[in-house]
């Protein structure tokens, strides 16, 4: 079977090497049999590639990522060798993946039609490299970026830079031979490129280029301002929010909450079926602790009656913290609470109402908080996987990992050890027969990968469980719980901090509530709105309570998400609510104005889209209207960025520098006075566009906009 294998793999490799189509082919996955690497190579993925299937017949089969109309120019080959037809399929196969990339130019139509022109260039540098240098520039990165500097251009490559150490050459003369080669590939959509500094290329759009660009984003009927759907859609998970019963949302929620939001928002739109879900905390002993407590000293709480309705999540919080301080002291009591989890497992009938009426008490509260966000999610608590973790022991089990240590049942994962330098356990049974939020976490994924058909697994956690979510991982992968072309991946965040840089509290020391949080930014949106009004610097809002409750709850959310996820925050409502730097209220007031000067050439009549058949062709003449425009277009490079990488303070970023060159624009160009009927037509187009973009760029963020301010 090796044998065949490995001549099949060498005459398949052969074939794609010589097809006109592929120029390279890169093993990407490292597999044993028998002790030995079939292939060996760099990890490499990317959400959108399609994926090659080679069964037992070992018959090709060409994924979309291979058409000419794709606009995704890689795709990825997954080969499989059966090993038992008795086995499920998921333990059936022993996988190798290979990446192939094709030439550039049969995908680079669709590609600037799919406004990324950022991968575009990547692959014409690529093209030109390999045409400029030969086998010498073979692996050789195109390393293409944004420009740095408005007056750089739109694009820069460093290509050079690194090339010239590997041929023992200066930089600039590199540089001038990639630009040779390079400039007949860009001439029909760039400037002449330009050599900076030591070796620098840089590379800027023509404005006819732009122009249609823009037109093509104007004329889009479909609401999409010209972001295409994917080649291949994908089943995306994405897991957050998760905060436990009868325990009240914290700031900390806060954060995987609007991560998570946002995130499966941005799939959603580019065209990926996305499931939410909400891993909330519903079982384990702090359960029996308090059903024990309520029973002795609350017992109509858990009946169906008025004090059942009248308790609320706070209530339960303080009946938590009681029955938490007799468990620690009294050793009847503690003997109790786990009985009521024995009770509780086994399903025994008056335990499980008691556990049902405190999982509704906690879940009316977290709607609240979700409902006010704009969030939505699907419940998949842990008690969910309870009957599936036995399954996950046999499959660890028949996998070869499943050991016993000290009573307990555990797998030895690679690169941890214990202080003493012993391969680390990690349990997933303990000693007494309870399994761990790790076992939980190995049920989760083998659900989403086989049962849900996920494609792609999001975990947003904070950071302090990289640690853990690593592990769960290795463990899954090993024991083939989850397909090899499954992405699990932790998407992990850093801490909220009060404004002293420690950890947020309030006053008296205590968690900060999301609740009351949030209702405090309403409250001082409010207030600012009622001061600006009496001063007479801005009419009072027609809806206050709307307004304040938009500006506010968006004031908190996006100073969350402008800021690296994975970095410490400080939580400042002064700074959140400022109309001026990179915050909601500037961004909810970019809107507006635009919306204002749109009122000012219609009637006084809101103008947020050009009529279907009607849309002016746009023509760039100053400088600051070809800065606002080279924005524009570069929407769907950005949400793609967003989409690979997971980072929503890319559209933040994005978002502020499109209203700094709104604001240039308008302070330079005249809109409803301009010299000419087809200036004043092409500039409110300018005007209508950046207004949609800013307002899908904010329901992206889960924030709605307001018409006036």
Known sequence: MRLMSRLFMLLFSQQLLSSSRLVALTATRSIRRGGRHLFKGQQHSHPQLGFLHIGAGFRPIL???????????????????????????????????????????????????????????????????????????????????????????????????????RLKAKPRDVAEKL????????????????????????????????????????????????????????????????????????????????IGDTLARVLEFLGHGVLRLNHVGDWGTQFGMLITHLK?????????????????????????????????????????????????????????????????????????IYDALGVRLEERGESFYNPLLAQVLSDLDASGLLKESEGARVVYLEGYQTREGEAQPFIVQKSDGGFLYATTDLAAA????????????????????????????????????????????????????????????????????????????????????????????????????????????????????????ESDYKFSYKKMLSLSGNTAPYMLYAYARIQSILRKGNNGENEDRLSQGSTPPVVLAEPAEMNLARQLIKLTELLQRVEAELYPHILCEYMYDLCQKFNQFYEACQVNNAPTPDLVRSRRALCVLTAQVLRLCLDLLGIEVLERM
């Open 63 to 165: 994924p979309p990522s291979m058409s000419s109309s794709s606009f995704y120019p890689s795709c990825k080959g997954i080969f499989s060798f059966s090993s038992s037809g008795s086995s499920p399929p998921h333990k059936r196969s022993r996988t190798v993946q290979l990446s192939a990339t094709t030439t550039p130019s049969e995908h680079l139509p669709s590609l600037l039609e799919a406004s990324n022109y950022r991968r575009a260039l990547t692959y014409q540098v690529r093209d030109s490299l390999r045409e400029a240098f030969g086998p010498d520039a073979d692996g050789a990165d195109p390393m293409v970026t944004p420009a740095t500097r408005p007056e750089f251009g739109d694009y820069q490559c460093n290509a050079a830079l690194a090339l010239a150490k």
């Open 179 to 258: 630009k040779d080669a390079l400039e007949s590939r860009t001439q029909k959509w760039c400037e002449p490129l330009e050599i900076a500094g030591p070796g620098f290329i840089n590379v800027r759009m023509t404005p006819a280029f732009v122009e249609s660009r823009l037109n093509a984003m104007l004329s889009d009927q479909t609401g999409r301002l010209g972001v295409p759907r994917p080649a291949r859609a994908q089943r995306v998970v994405v897991d957050f929010s998760s905060p436990n019963i009868a325990k009240e949302m914290h700031v900390g929620h806060l954060r995987s909450t609007v």
């Open 296 to 368: 002795d000293r609350h017992p109509d709480v858990l009946a169906e009656g008025e004090a059942a309705a009248q308790t609320d999540l706070g209530d339960l919080v303080e009946f938590y913290k009681t029955a938490k301080q007799r468990f620690d002291v009294e050793e009847t009591f503690k003997a109790r609470s786990r009985q009521e989890v024995v009770n509780l497992q086994r399903g025994e009938p008056a335990t499980l109402q008691a556990w049902r009426t405190l999982c509704q008490l906690s879940r009316v509260e977290f709607q609240k």
């Open 446 to 565: 083998r659900h989403r990968a086989l049962e849900e058909k996920a494609e792609r697994i999001l975990y947003v956690t904070d950071a302090g469980q990289a640690s853990h979510f690593d592990q769960v991982f290795q463990v899954a992968r090993q024991a083939s719980l989850v397909p090899p072309e499954v992405q699990l991946k932790h998407v992990p965040f850093g801490l909220v901090q009060g404004e002293d840089g420690k950890k947020f509290k309030t006053r008296a020391g205590e968690t900060v509530r999301l609740k009351d949080l949030l209702d405090e930014a309403v409250r001082i949106a409010r207030d600012d709105l009622l001061k600006r009004a009496e001063e007479g610097t801005q009419p009072l809002p027609e809806d206050l309570e709307r307004s304040a409750r938009i500006i506010g709850l968006g004031a908190v959310k996006y100073a969350d998400l402008s800021l690296n996820r």
